[in-house]
């Protein structure tokens, strides 16, 4: 399974953007299908956005359709998840996870997870 480390995260205010960045290691990162999902607090972990290992194509939940947007860069083992227009209940611990093969929307799916990285937006 490969390694993940994130970056990007902070505080910003209701509008603002903000960029995460997750950084594979250890793996072939072509063979893996790429997702971001966050924990808010007292809730589940849920599936934000992911972007499969041959097609390249991204899929997002639908509260964020439209304002985030993730991609990949196989060159530098790298995925990234752009939010733009963010809001308050965007607030949660965004993770970002590998899963070897075609992408699927269930956490236990996926074998390796970074750290995770606080998202905080303010009203």
């Known amino acids: 399974q490969v390694q993940l480390v994130e970056s990007g995260g902070g505080l910003v205010q209701e509008g603002g953007s903000l960029s995460l960045s997750c950084t594979a290691s250890?793996?072939?990162?072509?063979?893996?299908?790429m997702a971001w999902f966050r924990q808010a607090p007292g809730k589940e972990r849920e599936f934000a956005a992911g972007i499969s290992w041959r097609a390249n194509t991204d899929y997002y939940t639908h509260s964020v359709k439209g304002r985030f947007t993730v991609t990949r860069d196989n060159a530098k083992n790298t995925v990234l998840l752009q939010m733009n227009s963010l809001k308050p209940e965007d607030t949660a611990v965004y993770y970002c996870?590998?899963?070897?093969?075609?992408?699927?929307?269930?956490?236990?799916?996926?074998?390796?997870w970074g750290q995770g990285t606080q998202v905080t937006v303010s009203s």
């Open positions: 996870a590998a899963r070897l093969g075609g992408l699927r929307p269930g956490p236990s799916e996926f074998g390796s």
């Open positions: 250890g793996g072939t990162f072509t063979d893996y299908s």
